[in-house]
């Protein structure tokens, strides 16, 4: 038992390292694809046009340097090479490693997301919840009415209005950025808090609905199962039936639904960076677009994707460690 | 959700102008442009008719696709097992694992600014969702007795999974399908939103990107932001709605 | 805050000047008391001297400094749409302060009425025949590291602009550098272009500037060599710091900078992503004023702008414009009566209101905007007139034959016109709207139009433009810097020069512009360059090189409720070289 759990879990990784070489591999062809030479990406525009009718041999030596005279094969070789290495590449803009601007932006989405998830998560097990239990009374049908109302709102549509009413209106939040700059301890952390409210907020609400939907119904099969009808019929108090045996039950199955978001939340605060002007992946990514950066373009689809195994190794982890029935981690088939 | 699909079919005739004509620009409401005009003189409200034809255009192409891909891959999977199942799952797991929106924006980096691109975008990961719960399904399904029966006399595989696997799997192709619909609208108004789509090309997204580009959001001319942003959401709602009932 | 800071102040005057009276009278008590003991009494008096000289100079420093405590700015909050993403003079933000010599100084700099003035040198003088300018060093002039500025490190970086930054628009001019004795340096030029030669040198997107030799001199590859050592230069600021995070960027006053300390103490930049993110930190008043070199907010803002009633509008007329630009590459747009065709074929009026609101008018034919040195007054605006340019094209031959309601080609064929817009950060999404408004004017006058959808990004524009000069008909622009240093035509042109093989921008090289454009750059004195100006605009009037889409006003709002004594200048706005060393604090 013990060795085919060991079986299931290094099939897993070899699964997730499987994926993240394929998207890798789907990088590398896409560079052949790019449109121009390689090589005017890699010396600047304005450079390039000036070496191309004064110096071509210069450009030719910068073409030997960069491994572009080698044949397909081989630079497909080194590419994986150097990318086992964390080796990106560097940016065409300004010639810095991607990696280390990829990894400085992730972290500031990161401050975006980890907040948004772990709220959206307990406040969407605890709103669905109640909407499971009093499932067909007012409270429920309100709440489970709004939570598919601001589902259907796109975040960024969200995050307008709420920079009409907030920032506009009000007055009372920031009209974008992370911080004010200039300070430092408790005043900065109260500024970035403060500037991390609305967008936050946003990205809370919108992934809360589909948390509060989706526990609704697990709630309400819950229970229906037998166990908590025995608890019922043996006279148990409504709060503790609740609490003791639906929720733990119930809320088993949003480990995977809420770590599987990370892909969609991922993406939703990529449109809210740009309109809060969070420097963060989303306005990285945007700004390489503007500007062909395609090392950028190309390290940050990897390094997301690689975001998104390890939320999914994560919830493997999750599961099997919370629940003895999935311990061999199935999620996949559920 | 009627009214959206006769505004689309009908946009032509609704529309009290076209679209594209252009006449005095930041016009407010009145009668004659009932929700102002833009930063080129466009109706606004004809603009977002017109939208509404790209959206639904783009959220069904797009789900039609996914969901003929999906069920047909994720049956495929289910019926045969083996390696055509472990393959499958390759692919189900990988496509699941990439972040589709930030694969649209890299891919429209390189491809041709065209609406088909966007379905196309969308397709590409789009298709897991229904493949994973088609197959789960018909694994159940696969060893009843009525499916054993037709392979006892004889029908071939492909037979049995259109005449047989498929149709009793409908309610949940519908269900999913409903979803993937509203789905792909909302990723194509995000994908418009963010400027990439062809520059004529009207859409929600696009009329939401104009008014905040032009302007139109630091002036207060709510006439030009709002009404986008709740057609997005009403239709998105309107078949979410429709994929609860069923 | 500032009243407390001068009250401290006034209050410690008093006591020291307490105190300093008590020591006196203590002093000249001992004296009566010591008269006897010389020596001791000789003390006494060098300590009452010392004693005097402490409060004299406490006086002078009081004197000297309490003008500029109660006037200077504590700190300036400045935004703009630059990327700051190296410290390097060749990141985007300090490039274009150094048009300004803001951190990096130039030997010549603007003035006020974009007049050249010496910076970094006592004078310069332009060769008679205008084909050599020499400097005059300026003695007293401090890096920013405190070491001082040489003949030695003129020389370096000129030799620098000449072997290693030699794509520069400026350096095609420079022949070479020769230094005359240890006060002289002189450039020569490759024809008589060193007046217009200076222009290029403030506005040189190279990064054209006076290096100090002690730290460059050993960087083996200048784009990528960063770090505070790379941010040494010896203008009137001082760099600071970078907050990555809240993206602003701190400057400092150079207090020993050779033309007098800046009454602006600190400078903070506060780098957004696009121009309605500057709308909205004026709306959030996190900015005073802006920075952006040749593109101020759009006329479309301004309603917005003028609800803040903190701020002056800072409205300013862009020498520049909105251009539609021809290929002369393109058989089709060479043919003048399509050229003409279009000109008449334009609603200027809706090109201008999409441009710029409110703000924004027709311009004239001959694409030259009013108010450039040379500026022919006596053109005709330009109007709208679809029957003219449908006449033009029937007697062109460009006739509807297959009945499609579609013109065709004189031979028949498909008459078919891409429209290329230019994309820009600073422009958001103007060019692209005009085109728009382009593609569907000329499908009135039955021409088959299409915009290009295969370019979405600038660098792709880039490419089409300036690389492959594939397009048809290009949405683009023309700065207020291009039309300041060699006007319009340094865009259109392909070659000039005095043996033509300098290569320019555009795509224009029939010999009788190329004469033109090369006598504009070869001009010695302002009257020459107006003659020439002012032919340039009637040749392309005559030939319809170009289209203005709209005289437009450019904002460069700034805060006239806290700070008072701004001073614009054409093309920057309110942030300008003269605003640092003006600009006070309102009591």
Known sequence: MNY????????????????????????????????????????????????????????????????????????????????????????YKN?????????????????????????????????????????????????????????????YCLGMIGLMIFCFWLGIAPTGGMSSGGLSGGAYIKDLLWHMALPVGVLTLSKLSYNVLMMRSSIIETIKEDHILMAKTRGFSDCR???????????????????????????????????????????????????????????????????????????DFLCALSDPRIKDGVWNER | MVVLLFVALFAPWIAPYDPWEMSIPFLGPSWEHILGTNDVGQDIFSELVFGARTSLLVGFTASLAITVMGSF??????????????????????????????????????????????????????????????????????????????????????????RHLLPNLKETILTKGMLSVASSMLTEASVSYLGLEPMTSKSWGTVLNDAFRAGGVFNGYWWWYLPPIACISLSAFCFLSLQEES | ?????????????????????????????????????????????????????????????????????????????????????????????????????????????????????PCLCEKFEIAKDGTAVTFYFKEGIKWHDGQSLTMEDIEFSLNLWLDVLKPSVALRYMKDVEVLDENSIRVNMQSSCAYVFLRHMIMSSAGCVIYPKHIWEDVKDLKSFSGPDAMIGCGPFVYESYDEEAKVA??????????????????????????????????????????????????????????????????????????????????????LDIRNAVYAALDYELLAATGGGDYCVPGTKGVIS???????ADMAVNKQNISEANQILDDAGYIDTDGDGLREKKDGTELKIMVSPAYSASKGTQYQRLA????????????????????????????????????????????????????VNQGLVEKAGSDGTLTWNGTNNTPEYVEIFSRIINSRNPEEYAVAADESQRYLADQMVAITLGVESMFYPYNTADYTNWSARNGNGAFSYDTWFTVKAKQ
């Open chain 3, 370 to 376: 009013p108010g450039n040195i040379g500026y022919a």
């Open chain 1, 95 to 155: 010639n810095l490693p991607v990696l280390d601007i990829i990894l400085k932006k992730l972290g500031r989405t990161f401050r975006l997301i980890v907040p948004a998830v772990l709220l959206a998560a307990v406040l969407g097990i605890l709103l669905g919840a109640a909407a499971g239990w009093n499932q067909g009374h007012r409270s429920d049908r309100c709440i489970s009415r709004l939570a598919l109302i601001i589902y259907a709102i796109p975040g």
């Open chain 1, 241 to 315: 039936i609740l609490f003791r045996h639906v929720l733990p039950n119930a809320a088993l199955p949003m480990i995977p639904i809420i770590t599987m978001q990370t892909g969609s939340i991922i993406s939703g605060s990529m449109m809210l960076e740009q309109l809060f002007n969070w420097d963060g992946m989303g306005l990285l990514v945007y700004k390489a677009i503007g500007g062909n950066d395609y090392p950028i373009l190309q390290g940050s689809l990897l390094v997301l994707t690689i975001c998104v195994v390890l939320a999914n190794l994560l919830s």
């Open chain 2, 73 to 162: 891959l994720g049956a495929f999977a289910a019926y045969y097992g083996g390696w055509a199942d472990r393959c499958i799952m390759v692919f189900i797991n990988v496509a699941l694992s990439v972040p589709s929106l930030p694969l649209i924006i890299v891919l429209s980096a390189f491809l041709k600014r065209s609406v088909w691109n966007i379905i196309l975008c969308i397709c590409l990961t789009g298709w897991v969702g229904t493949a994973r719960i088609i197959r789960s399904q018909a694994l159940r399904l696969k060893d009843m007795g009525f499916i054993r029966n037709c392979r006892t006399m004889g029908c071939s595989s492909l037979y049995i999974i259109i």
């Open chain 1, 4 to 91: 085919h759990k060991q079986m299931k879990l290094g099939k897993k990784v070899l699964f997730y390292l499987l994926t993240i070489w394929l998207v890798a591999s789907f990088n590398f062809f896409l560079i052949r694809f790019m449109p121009g030479d390689p090589l005017e990406h890699l010396v600047g525009t304005e450079d390039y046009l000036y070496l191309t009718t004064a110096h071509p041999e210069v450009l030719e030596e910068l073409g030997a340097k960069y491994g572009l005279d080698k044949s397909a094969l081989h630079q497909y070789g080194t590419y994986l090479f150097r990318l086992c290495r964390g080796d990106l590449g560097r940016s």
């Open chain 3, 1 to 117: 805050m500032k009243r407390n800071r001068i009250g401290i102040k006034k209050m410690i005057s008093q006591l020291l000047a307490v105190a300093v009276f008590a020591a006196l009278t203590a002093c000249s008590g001992k004296q009566e008391t010591g008269k006897s003991e010389a020596g001791i009494v000789g003390t006494e008096s060098t300590a009452e001297e010392s004693i005097n000289s402490i409060m004299a100079s406490q006086e002078s420093r009081e004197s000297a400094g309490m003008p500029s405590s109660d006037g200077d700015v504590e700190l300036l909050n400045v935004g703009c749409i630059y990327e700051f993403d190296v410290e390097s003079p060749y990141c985007d933000l300090i490039k274009y302060l150094s048009y300004d010599s803001f951190m990096y100084a130039n030997l010549v700099r603007y003035d006020e009425n974009n007049e050249v003035v």
């Open chain 3, 436 to 487: 728009q408004v382009v593609v569907r004017d000329l499908e009135k006058v039955g021409i088959k139009v299409y915009l290009d959808e295969e370019v979405s990004n600038s660098d792709a524009w880039k490419a089409r433009f300036s690389q492959n000069k594939d397009f048809q008909i290009a949405i683009t622009g023309c700065s207020q810097g291009v039309a300041i240093i060699d006007t």
């Open chain 3, 250 to 335: 701190y400057f400092h006053r150079f207090e020993d900078y050779h033309e007098g300390a800046p009454t602006i103490k600190r400078v903070a930049f506060h780098l957004y992503e696009s121009p309605e993110s500057v709308v909205m930190a004026y709306k959030n008043k996190e900015i005073d004023c802006m920075f952006q070199y040749a593109a101020g907010l759009a006329g479309i803002y301004v309603p917005a702008l003028k609800e803040l009633d903190y701020l002056d509008v800072g409205e300013e007329v862009n020498l520049g414009s909105s251009i539609l630009e021809f290929n002369f590459k393109d058989e089709l747009m060479q043919d």
